[in-house]
């Protein structure tokens, strides 16, 4: 297995994403290498700061750099040998089985889009986020900003690839799909949570269980969440919001401790033919660790290919 990883994507590249590399080099097994994309110079540096034998990783050089504030489309055409757009010619060519940044997203999914493309009857890639439950377990929350605005039949979608998600790579079994909705009868919400309830109810494309209050969404009742990407965000930054209020405060708690970012490096873009990680911008060793870690997670559980397998 081969994984790249983009060098210079973070508000702390190339120190936190190489220190992050070696991490991840540790832990990973013999025949999984890590493919550096960035620049030489910057790379050799760090390492040799570091006291790493740049042997342990393939690097891929490139000259240029997407910004976190360019706009995405036209960063990735106007820099093709950028980290980002050398990442996705890589991943579009099989010379890396997955591609992994903390860099811009919407330049991620452009290359997404432009390059590896949507499986065949995806109608919107999404992306989710790691739920940490009160029983020790874990749930997914889909879309959390890719999709602002969707239909019913998006809407179903994501339950399907957060199913499939929640099972293989974060090992929950049969997992519960509720849709987040004001209140748990199926004749609340708006037009599109009762559209998209009518559409769910009785499938045999995965478990659901009904509507699902916000008040829940952290306990067991149920293990993915589904809403559109504009409510998804709110609720994810929310989150993040509590974690940062407790933190402040010096509150020590093991389970408001698995809010912190780090735990889980990134997530993957659900609905692309090949497997693509995004990391949070500030990022630090740590996280990036975690981003190569579960950028071989997804790989290895061929996620890939069972969402192909059940669209079909």
Known sequence: MRIGVDIMGGDFAPEKTIHGAILAFNELSNNEHIVLIGNKKSILKELLHHK????????????????????????????????????????????????????????????????VKAISGVIRPCISTILPKENGSVGVLLDVGANADCKPDVLYQFGILGSLFAEFVCGVK??????????????????????????????????????????????????????????????LKQAEAFYNLITKRGIEDDYFNRFNYENYGGTPILGLNKSVIIGHGISNEIAIKNMIILTKDVVESKLIEKIKETLS
């Open 174 to 235: 049969n997992p519960k799909v509720g849709l987040l909705n004001l209140g748990e009868e199926k004749t609340k919400g708006n037009l599109l949570t009762q559209a998209t309830y009518s559409m769910m109810e009785g499938t045999d494309d995965f478990n659901f269980i009904g509507n699902i209050e916000s008040r829940d969404i952290f306990s067991e009742k149920g293990d993915v969440i589904v809403c559109d990407g504009f409510t998804g965000n709110i609720v």
């Open 52 to 115: 790493v034998d740049e042997n342990q990783f393939e690097i891929v050089d490139v000259s240029q750099v997407i910004e976190m504030g360019e706009h995405p489309t036209r960063a990735f055409k106007q820099k093709p040998d950028s980290s980002i757009a050398k990442g996705f010619e890589l991943l579009g060519n099989g010379e890396i089985d997955g591609f992994a940044s903390a860099g811009n997203t919407g330049a991620m999914f452009v290359g997404g889009f432009y390059t």
